[in-house]
């Protein structure tokens, strides 16, 4: 495992399974929940992507980053989809409880951004930080206001990974060699054009920690009578995100309401109202074949549907700050860290917002040792 200066590794045991977490060195177990963060990584990653983030927060945090089950160094058991993300969502759960933390600030990334809506309809939590979420509706297969466009959510859910990017997964496969290699979908879907990093190495590395066994990463599919052919199973990864089983929209009934930071980038290849991941859009464009046509296969407008349950959370009472950067791909925390640190940092309470009109003083800066 490829740790950075200052992270540590450690297992936590809970009820249920062996969880691995990051932790930084000198950070004090005894800080209370309002100045504890943690962090959830998304789908085919772990949380080695949060490393950065973790040396650049501030010293007087607390900040754990968690491996869920299926990647990273936390235990591979089976992930029940028919209960949405909850598997990841109580997995969470139960390691927070094992480390006396009765509640936190919770940062999601895509799908880690579907498991702390999840967790925060099931439990108190002090801040959301949603980076490129999953749309509330989950992945594929919606209208814009959430209705599901078949009964056996057609086109989504495990029948859909490419199965050469999984065999690449199972072969550990570092290469850059097809577009179809981890590293390859790393650039062209997890970043725009032009991110570069010394760190490529161990974002691969994270992504190959994926279990590809059954009922982990990408799960099973069944057939279809719908376009395209395959619709959601019920056991592994991407099912726990197909619309039949996700759904955290409740999130605007929440009471009290959290603050929510919502952080995503504008070239965003995954999480899109033009998804290059979703196979309607993908139809749409011609590149599969057989579209039946925007009335019976429409793309997700994924952005659009976040945004209007997001507007109705801020209509019902509850405050929430979008942050949408220009030309970032699908990891701000990567791309764009010192928008997406002042951005968690605000939306916990560590900083305020700038004075609008600024006063007419010195700059202050404020640097990640302070």
Do not use: C
């Amino acid at each position: 495992m490829s740790l950075f200066d200052g992270i540590r590794s450690r297992i936590v045991e809970t009820p249920d399974l062996n969880v691995g977490i990051l932790e930084r060195e000198g950070d004090d177990p005894a800080t209370p929940p309002d100045r504890t963060v943690v962090l959830i990584h998304g789908n085919v990653s772990s949380s080695l992507f949060w490393q950065e983030v973790m040396q650049d927060l501030p010293s007087d945090l607390r900040v754990i980053a968690i491996d869920l089950r299926g990647f990273g160094a936390t235990e591979h058991a089976p992930v029940d989809a028919t209960r949405g993300v909850r598997d990841f969502s109580d997995d969470v759960f139960a390691t927070l409880e094992a480390l006396g933390i009765p509640t936190a600030h919770l940062v999601g990334w895509s799908m880690g951004g579907g498991v702390v809506m999840q967790y925060a309809l099931d439990h108190p939590v002090l801040s959301l930080t949603l980076q490129s979420p999953v749309s509330p509706y989950g992945f594929g297969g919606t209208r814009r206001d959430g209705t599901r466009l078949t009964d056996d959510d057609a086109g989504t859910g495990g029948g859909g990974a490419n199965p050469d990017f999984v065999q690449r997964l199972i072969d550990r496969d570092t290469t850059a060699d097809a577009p179809t290699s981890p590293r390859s979908v790393f650039r062209s879907g997890y970043v725009a054009a032009g991110y570069t990093t010394d760190h490529e190495d161990t974002w691969v590395e994270s992504m190959l920690t994926t279990s590809t066994a059954t009922g982990n990463y990408p799960g099973d599919g069944a057939a279809s009578a719908n376009w395209p052919g395959f619709a959601a199973g019920t056991i592994g990864v991407l099912n726990t995100m197909t619309p039949r089983y996700f759904d955290v929209s409740g999130i605007v009934e929440l009471d009290p309401k959290p603050p929510i930071a919502w952080i995503h980038g504008t070239a965003d290849a995954i999480v899109s109202d033009t998804s290059f991941y979703d196979l309607n859009y993908l139809g749409q464009l011609g590149i599969v074949p057989g579209w039946p046509g925007a009335d019976v296969a429409p793309a997700q407008e994924m952005v659009a549907q976040t945004r209007d349950v997001l507007d109705a959370y801020a209509a019902a009472g509850g405050e929430v700050t979008e942050v949408a950067l220009e030309g970032v791909g699908h990891s701000a925390h990567l791309e764009a860290p010192a928008e997406f640190r002042h951005a968690l940092l605000s939306v916990i309470g560590y900083v305020g917002a700038p004075a609008d009109p600024a006063p007419p003083t010195e700059t202050i800066i404020l640097k990640s040792a302070d």
